[in-house]
């Protein structure tokens, strides 16, 4: 469950994780200090258009998001009551490539990857005091939380689909409640595992 990586040999497979982690802090800090709404409409195109160059699907895409589409929905309609329909639009659009950006890292990167760099680069902070074991450990769980969250939505709905009681919010919710305690001891366990325990 800790590790969504879909295994491939795409170029974007084949990048260092470095390049990808570095690509994907300047791109959402560009993202954050941009405020056209063309240029937000332009970026998350332009992120979808990763998806099938690194093998995945639009619908993959689509998948990573889908859980938060309730939040979307109510984020527009504040923003479009407070400031206009065009802000709400920049403002989920730029949310939206933001989650597409972090999760197409995630699926094209190994875990153990992703840590081993990050843990490497935040060496130089061992002298203060700064565990980069823990730190990206931590950053990594993180940046999977939201592909996490959507294949557990995607398998509860599923399941319940099959029973007929995709309407039912307890039959939804408490299936979801119990993954999402499941998903808390995998990470206790691969902290644990790694012997970050303090």
Same mark, same amino acid.
């Given at each position: 469950?800790?590790? *969504?990586?879909?295994?491939?040999?795409?170029?974007?497979?084949?990048?260092?994780?470095?390049?990808?982690?570095? &690509?994907?802090?300047?791109?959402?800090? *560009?993202?954050?200090?941009?405020?056209?709404?063309?240029?937000?409409?332009?970026?998350?195109?332009?992120?979808?258009?990763?998806?099938?160059?690194?093998?995945?699907?639009?619908?993959?895409?689509?998948?990573?998001?889908?859980?938060?589409?309730?939040?979307?929905?109510?984020?527009? !309609?504040?923003?479009?009551?407070?400031?206009?329909?065009?802000?709400?639009?920049?403002?989920?659009?730029?949310?939206? &490539?933001?989650? $597409?950006?972090?999760?197409?890292?995630?699926?094209?990167?190994?875990?153990?990857?992703?840590?081993?760099?990050?843990?490497?680069? $935040?060496?130089?902070?061992?002298?203060?005091?700064?565990?980069?074991?823990?730190?990206?450990? !931590?950053?990594? *769980? !993180?940046?999977?939380?939201?592909?996490?969250?959507?294949?557990?939505?995607?398998?509860?709905?599923? &399941?319940?689909?099959?029973?007929? $009681?995709?309407?039912?919010?307890?039959?939804?919710?408490?299936?979801?409640?119990?993954?999402?305690?499941?998903?808390?001891?995998?990470?206790?366990?691969?902290?644990?595992?790694?012997?970050?325990?303090?």
């Amino acid at each position: 469950m800790l590790d *969504l990586y879909s295994p491939g040999s795409s170029l974007l497979h084949r990048l260092p994780p470095a390049a990808k982690m570095l &690509a994907m802090l300047l791109g959402a800090t *560009l993202l954050f200090l941009n405020e056209s709404l063309p240029i937000t409409v332009a970026a998350t195109l332009g992120i979808l258009a990763l998806y099938p160059i690194a093998q995945l699907t639009l619908k993959q895409a689509f998948a990573q998001i889908r859980p938060l589409l309730i939040i979307f929905v109510l984020f527009f !309609a504040v923003q479009w009551y407070f400031s206009g329909i065009e802000l709400a639009t920049y403002v989920v659009l730029r949310l939206a &490539a933001l989650i $597409l950006l972090a999760s197409l890292v995630t699926l094209t990167t190994k875990s153990s990857d992703m840590i081993d760099t990050m843990t490497r680069g $935040l060496g130089y902070l061992q002298p203060i005091g700064v565990n980069p074991a823990k730190v990206s450990l !931590a950053i990594s *769980l !993180a940046l999977r939380f939201i592909p996490v969250l959507a294949q557990i939505t995607r398998e509860v709905r599923e &399941a319940q689909k099959t029973r007929g $009681l995709e309407r039912s919010v307890i039959a939804v919710a408490m299936p979801m409640a119990i993954r999402a305690i499941k998903m808390a001891d995998e990470i206790s366990d691969a902290i644990d595992s790694r012997g970050y325990r303090s």
